[in-house]
């Protein structure tokens, strides 16, 4: 007879690129009772998550609300919704995301033009506009915060860009949403989506996705069916509206958990919130470049949630991780793709970016470079000491 | 400024078609401390759950994991992965479930031969022969529980069938898997999944796949690309088999409620489990018609974890749902599709299928009827008693 062994997690310190720590309320919200997903009582909890995905996105956006997948099921959603068999997408690749948002839309069966960029930098529009080479595209698709390499990419620049090519702006704010700023309505973005496991603190499972008068006005004039019924965002949108149409059974505790992620986050404030993340994000680069680390990205270039840090000459990076976590129960991240094995990925999202976990990554990832016999520069802390005392 | 205003769910008595009751226990271990999705003891932890459900859906099969998605997400998976364009699909569409299955096949853009039948009542293997009108398909699908109607097809016959069109056998275990007997591996199915907010008892969140090995040597001998990323088996078996090759962000927290389902479920015995499932719904059958109500589904076609009822002329059944929820916080279902206005669906499923809640249903129901003028032919708790004195 087969029999299960109790799971006991232990407390892990989660520096990675998500998931990150989530706030225990948020986690607690998980265990309150179950309620129907046409329950009255449900159905207002929705609106209020609705009424939070739009200040979070900052959008009117009437289609706000969260995918029942996690962020790579949003990405997936917008595209097969946006894109038709035969549309042409132009995408920025510059990570491993901007090459799944290509990938997808080979899926979908887009014709894709890559706007190809060095792993670790930021394209920018004249990298789309020599890509475009003069030719006109149904969307124009880029990641906002590129996970794999800690670049942001200059969304505000975009809508401009995107209109030469009389193209529908989607961007992936995965790893943005919450941490930094997402201006939506502003910024002229069409499409977009995230994730819960990241800024907003909230478990994985659930991908907040949006799209503007203007995408929904081509989902409404599609010649073909959307091939995913899934991810039909008319269908789904009719479940989350007015007319709380049954299309699946909703991730009830999920989407309490998301409910109590928004009202926390909007309790905290969102300027405040990108503000501490940014306030993080540089005392963690002062440390490590202290430290004598280098960062893979140009300061100007660096994506606040996320940072990117080259493994010196040397050094056996994957060693570093576990003793980390054996030492120190702390997970950060390894490269993918081309970057596998040379840098290491540290975040500091969502409940995770405070000040005492800055502190302990230099300290730890001192300990373990060290333990590998790595001259380290200087003490870090000084330096992050000396950060905190400008801000 | 937004704020939104804590959630307090009120406790709910779920007898709907689901989500169902949880486990406290099951809620709770939603709570316990977040792991990476690389982390040692989460691949662990992964390993349990895959042996957890292999022993539930009583297979050896090498795949058998959780697609992150609800269950109409592990219907899609199953589906865009073992058929291509143009391959033929035969379906048997008794019901709103099975009528999705048709859907999802069409938009995979398969040629899709529906084997109709009346709603409330099972297609028989002469039905399906008699649609197939001799020629062959690729796949043969059905829905194991329909949980639209409250019909069981006899999913045990169906292997022989699906040999005769020379075809996969695909079945939809979402109200079945957990609550009845699911013997993937003596009944020859090719291709099942189910959700977990039914007779798992876990959140819904999740949907649990298996393949056998002749659906995946078909996955391999596919010509095109599966037209779904996020869906792609062959990619999220990297992840949850030996390569570990990350695909998306496992949902965490809901593998951890699965995972400790899985483990209460071993701890209680699968058989143990079926003969709680169809004790606590032979009593709520003989409780409802000892009152006068009249079943949809003749005895030997009827789903035990669901249990479809006709509402009375001259009742306003709407109405009769308002008033359980308003007066005893209970939710049943009422009808779908061609089915809407005319039954109610009553579910005993999981942590929900127990001796109070059927002696709490029937009296509830009573008592809204009566508060319409119905008359009820006895007070049906005697029968209820009555049967729970002969087993």
Not at 44 to 63: I, K
Not at 105 to 123: I, M
Not at 154 to 182: H, K, Q, S
Not at 377 to 390: I, Q
């Amino acid at each position: 007879m087969i029999t299960l062994r109790p799971n006991s997690p232990p407390v892990r310190i989660l520096l990675g690129p998500g998931p990150s720590e989530c706030a225990p309320e948020v986690l607690q919200a998980m265990t309150r009772p179950t309620m129907g997903h046409l329950d009255p009582l449900f159905v207002a909890l929705m609106d209020e998550v609705r009424t939070g995905l739009r200040a979070l996105y900052r959008t009117q956006n009437e289609l706000a609300f969260p995918i029942s997948g996690t962020g790579t099921s949003g990405m997936e959603a917008v595209l097969v919704n946006l894109l038709e068999p035969g549309d042409a997408l132009l995408v920025g690749v510059a990570g491993y995301f901007g090459a799944r948002l290509a990938e997808i839309g080979r899926r979908v069966g887009a014709r894709v033009t890559e706007v190809a960029g060095e792993w670790g930098r930021a394209l920018g529009p004249e990298d789309y506009r020599r890509a475009a080479a003069g030719k006109r595209f149904k969307a124009l698709a880029l990641v906002h915060g590129e996970t794999s390499t800690g670049v942001v990419a200059d969304l505000a620049a975009m809508r401009g860009v995107a209109d030469e090519f009389g193209a529908l702006l989607i961007a992936d704010c995965v790893t943005t949403l919450g941490g930094m700023p997402v201006e939506i309505d502003r910024w002229g973005v069409d499409g977009a989506y995230s994730g819960t496991q990241k800024c907003l603190a909230a478990p994985c499972g659930l991908s907040p996705v949006t799209l503007s008068p203007r995408a929904l006005e081509s989902l409404a004039a599609r010649k073909t069916q959307v091939s995913s019924w899934y991810f039909d965002l008319a269908l789904v949108r009719s479940y989350w509206g007015q007319d709380r149409a049954y299309h699946h059974t909703a991730p009830i505790q999920n989407v309490y958990s998301l409910h109590e992620a928004l009202r926390l986050l909007l309790e905290e404030g969102l300027e405040a919130r990108w503000q501490r993340h940014e306030h993080n994000a540089r005392a963690l680069w002062a440390g490590l470049t202290a430290m004598g680390l280098e960062l893979l990205v140009p300061e100007r270039e660096r994506l606040l949630p996320l940072t990117a840090v080259r493994v010196p000459a040397g050094i056996d990076e994957a060693r570093v991780r576990r003793f980390l976590l054996e030492h120190y129960s702390l997970e950060i991240g390894g490269g993918l793709g081309s970057l596998k094995g040379k840098i290491w990925r540290i975040g500091l999202m969502g409940a995770g970016s405070k000040r005492a976990n800055v502190e302990l990554v230099c300290g730890a990832l001192r300990a373990a470079l060290v333990e590998q016999s790595w001259k380290a520069k200087d003490y870090p802390l000084p330096a992050v000491h000396a950060f905190y005392a400008t801000v």
